[in-house]
């Protein structure tokens, strides 16, 4: 332990004073934290984070400001406070990328998954890194949370210290968390320790002492929001409640040469180089197209399979879905407690925690996918917004995606989920109809730096449609099926399951119809103009088992799902919704004909 409790007091109120500055240049922000917190995050950069090596979450991600005022005292390069909230400055809640930022916080409860996903790398690299995280009662009351702290206990992350800064205030005014957390935590499998959250010594005592327990670290801190203000432990005090003049005083009264000359120590201390990112090599992985009729689900799991047994460095997962997900291979070695030897995790039923925890591992370099059915991805989804927002190339195998599910009925149907996730700003989304897709979404995902990837997967079998020779399936769409007619009067759009559909349609209508596989939106929208025109040709119909309104991006018509399903046998849900060759080409003949 480097400073005592002196010495940590004078720091943390520089904190909070270059925290207030930052406040006051932008006119926005929560002052509550900045004043209550200091004493927390100062004990924990002062004693102990080695710069490259171990790692902060802030999950509590609004007091930015405060986690940018000990950056900058620590040293990290994180350009002028002043720019706080700014364009092309800090933003209000931290984003992934800044030096010293571990993760894009600010959705409640995400950043404990991240600690915990730093923390399951840590174990698996064989790294000594450990993983400090700092919490309020709103992370504590996000489910997100809860999952990622069972799976912590479950696995035994001892080298991750999770800081509560329990100030029994929210917005709404006293917080509603358990009744007694400490015993949740226990209850998890966590090692508690409760504090004085003001006393920068004692804080720097319970982590030290933390280093010797077998499972992860909760330490309650007792602390007062808005400390030293007008407001101190008012529900006001959680944002921008205090005038100028007061935060003008509070600054005078807390800053001091004293503190900065000890940060100034801090900083001058030697960093550790940043994980570099790990490039995957997939030369050696070859595999034949089946002849058979397959759900893509299996091919995905055959290509699954030829990657692990290649050797390839990839880390797998499920949210209790492995077999059914097809993720699960006979070349999968799940990852226990204690070994932390292996390329598969079991998250079981916690989807939010399993796209949160993957953020993290990612974040050190990790190439990770996680599965589930596409219908449960909207428990994933906040944490897969943060992986498109933060540049992290997560992989999301989601089967089962379709009404042809069928007896499961409306509730395990997707309906909207699949064009929502196009809608996700830096998401790339695969939907394969066969071997050579399903192989190229995988290598596409796999080869990606700063994007997310969601593979979505039939659960039912399909017809095999081999993609020509030549065909340039990385441009995301291509032809498939050519027109017999050197004249293309219709292009049928489809994707994955519904190719198949597409040709059968395509051979009644006539020569003049051609069929196009479109696997990647997102591939094909970045194309030229004149590849969307060789592509797109004559009345453009497209068919997919899923909401239509995006499709007429591209299509004058579309064939499409716009409610909630049906429990039956697949192929008849699939009938009764108009997923019939002869109705699909009637209606397109009817039109041509206009």
């Known amino acids: 332990m480097t400073y005592d409790a002196n010495s940590l007091q004078y720091m943390a109120n520089t904190v909070r004073a270059d925290a207030l500055r930052a406040i006051l240049s932008a006119k926005s922000g929560h002052v509550g934290i900045a004043l209550g917190a200091a004493d927390i995050i100062t004990a924990v950069f002062a004693n102990f984070v080695r710069r490259g090596t171990d790692h902060f979450v802030l999950s509590a991600g609004h007091g930015s400001a405060m986690l940018y005022a000990t950056l900058k005292l620590a040293g990290y390069n994180i350009g002028n406070l002043s720019s706080f909230r700014k364009i092309g400055g800090l933003p209000g809640h931290p984003e992934y990328g800044i030096d010293g930022v571990d993760a894009t916080t600010g959705p409640l409860g995400t950043g404990v998954g991240n600690a915990v996903g730093l923390a399951l790398a840590g174990k698996i690299q064989k790294s000594d890194a450990r993983v400090y995280c700092l919490c309020g009662d709103g992370d504590l009351s996000?489910?997100?949370?809860?999952?990622?702290?069972?799976?912590?206990?479950?696995?035994?992350?001892?080298?991750?210290?999770?800081?509560?800064?329990?100030?029994?205030?929210?917005?709404?005014?006293?917080?509603?968390?358990?009744?007694?957390?400490?015993?949740?935590?226990?209850a998890a499998g966590w090692n508690v320790v409760s504090v004085d959250g003001s006393d920068g010594e004692k804080i720097s005592r319970a982590i030290a002492d933390s280093r010797a327990s077998s499972m992860p670290t909760f330490i309650q801190c007792k602390t007062v929001i808005g400390k030293y203000s007008s407001l101190a432990g008012m529900s006001r005090a959680h944002g921008l409640a205090l005038d100028s003049e007061e935060l003008e005083r509070l600054i005078k009264k807390l800053d001091s040469l004293t503190g900065r000359n000890l940060w100034a120590d801090v900083a001058a201390r030697p960093s550790a180089p940043r994980f570099p990112q790990k490039t995957i090599d997939m030369s050696g992985v070859k595999i034949e197209c089946p002849i058979t009729d397959m759900s893509t689900r299996e091919m995905s799991g055959l290509y699954i399979d030829k990657l692990l047994g290649a050797g390839v460095n990839i880390i797998g997962g499920s949210a209790d879905l492995g077999p059914s997900t097809n993720t699960w291979t006979k070349n999968s070695v799940a990852i226990t407690p204690g070994a932390f030897i292996g390329n598969f995790i079991e998250y079981g039923v916690r989807e939010h925690a399993m796209a949160a925890i993957m953020n993290g591992m990612a974040a050190v370099g990790l190439r990770v996918f996680g599965s589930t059915f596409l219908?449960?991805?909207?428990?994933?989804?906040?944490?897969?917004?943060?992986a498109a927002l933060s540049g992290l190339p997560v992989i999301y195998v989601l089967t089962h995606d379709s009404i042809a599910v069928g007896e499961d009925g409306p509730t395990h149907q997707p309906v909207e989920q699949l064009p929502s996730l196009r809608l996700i700003p830096n998401m790339n989304v695969f939907r394969p109809c066969n071997m050579a897709e399903v192989a190229t979404a995988w290598h596409r995902a796999l080869r990606e730096k700063s994007r997310p990837s969601c593979i979505v997967l039939s659960r039912q079998k399909i017809k095999n449609i081999p993609s020509p020779a030549g065909a340039e399936l990385a441009r995301g769409a291509y032809v498939i099926?050519?027109?017999?007619?050197?004249?293309?009067?219709?292009?049928?759009?489809?994707?994955?399951?519904?190719?198949?559909?597409?040709?059968?349609?395509?051979?009644?209508?006539?020569?003049?119809?051609?069929?196009?596989?479109?696997?990647?939106?997102?591939?094909?929208?970045?194309?030229?103009?004149?590849?969307?025109?060789?592509?797109?040709?004559?009345?453009?119909?497209?068919?997919?088992?899923?909401?239509?309104?995006?499709?007429?991006?591209?299509?004058?018509?579309?064939?499409?799902?716009?409610?909630?399903?049906?429990?039956?046998?697949?192929?008849?849900?699939?009938?009764?919704?108009?997923?019939?060759?002869?109705?699909i080409a009637r209606d397109i003949i009817s039109q041509i004909k206009k």
């Open 142 to 186: 996000e489910g997100v949370a809860n999952e990622s702290i069972a799976f912590a206990g479950q696995y035994k992350l001892n080298n991750l210290v999770l800081l509560w800064d329990d100030n029994g205030i929210t917005i709404d005014g006293v917080a509603i968390t358990d009744l007694d957390v400490p015993a949740r935590m226990r």
């Open 375 to 386: 219908v449960f991805s909207d428990y994933m989804r906040p944490a897969m917004r943060v």
């Open 481 to 583: 099926k050519p027109a017999k007619s050197s004249h293309v009067r219709v292009t049928i759009i489809a994707t994955g399951s519904e190719v198949p559909l597409a040709v059968d349609v395509a051979k009644i209508i006539g020569d003049n119809v051609q069929v196009v596989s479109m696997p990647s939106v997102e591939y094909f929208r970045a194309q030229s103009a004149t590849y969307k025109q060789k592509i797109l040709r004559g009345y453009v119909v497209a068919i997919e088992a899923a909401a239509t309104s995006p499709w007429f991006e591209f299509a004058d018509a579309v064939v499409g799902v716009n409610r909630f399903g049906l429990s039956g046998a697949g192929a008849d849900v699939y009938s009764a919704f108009g997923f019939d060759a002869e109705h």
